[in-house]
């Protein structure tokens, strides 16, 4: 692998591969098997944002793996009184193993990667977030035992997010077939697309539904964006994921959400709480174990 996880163009199909054989591994050792590739190492949590399921899976994952996680808020950092981002990668590499960064700008984690010399996880920029897709990747394999062009998945809403990049780069890293639901103000981005076949916008809501196995959908503001959110609330409205959806998909098409979910907005209530489609809190849990098999790839002996 790669010294550091920016986006998922940063790991191969081999690479994945190994990630899913090490999660269910640990996912299913958990708590029997002692494995503490981290011992004696510390990792440093540098969040610039809000998080739950981000920062609790990595600062028991970094404990369970033997090391000493150090939750550190960019805001009373002194990178966010003017020093460089670059002098502080420098000093951060000094000291720790390995850093995760949930942060604004991608240009931001590609400079602290470029200059650190210990490996960068991105924990999510405005632009990716490549953890999540890899539980989100996980979870797919585990309920239809592939991901490959045999599994169709539709992603509803904001085509410009970073979870909707995400599910390009994960869409391009295996082959499945990639729906994008969005209308033309936030179509998705041409340039991450490129000459993929298996990825296409659909302005219609309905007609992306067909012959879906997957649904997947993020918020309508993500954070930094709560100055749009009149504007966001009006365009998105047409693309709620509703259990009519459902009619048009695969039988058995289960529901994918990165959360925190908003029910009434990006997803209906009883979507998000149907027992049969939601597998939402596996995919939660499925951060725990990717994120545990990365940092021993990449941080561990
Ligand atoms: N899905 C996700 O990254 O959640 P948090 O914002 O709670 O970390
Ligand atoms: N698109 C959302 C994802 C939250 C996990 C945001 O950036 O706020």
Known sequence: MKKDLLTLQDITRDDLEKIFELSLKLKNERGKVAFKPLAEKSVGLVFAKSSTRTRISFEVGVSELGGNPLYLDQGKMQVGRGETVADTANVLSRYLHGIVIRTFEHSEVEELARVAKCPVINALTNDFHPCQLLADLLTIKEYSGKVDKSIRMAFYGDGRSNMANSCILAAKLTGMELVIAAPEQEA????????????????????????????????????????????????????????????????????????????????????????KRSIVFDEAENRLHVQKAVMTMLMGE
């Not at 009006?234 to 039988?251: G, H, N, W």
Request: glycine letters at 4%; aromatic letters at 12%; proline letters at 6%.
């Open 188 to 275: 998705p981005r041409t340039d991450l697309i490129g000459d993929a076949k298996n990825i296409i916008w659909e302005s219609d809501p309905v007609k992306a539904a067909e012959g879906v196995d997957y649904f997947y959908t993020d918020v309508w503001v993500s954070m930094g964006f709560e100055e749009e959110r009149a504007r966001r609330m009006e365009i998105f409205r047409p693309y709620q994921v509703t259990s009519a959806l459902f009619d048009k998909a695969k039988k058995d098409a289960k529901f994918l959400h990165c959360l925190p979910a908003h029910r009434g907005e990006e997803v209906a209530a009883d979507v998000m709480d149907d027992p």
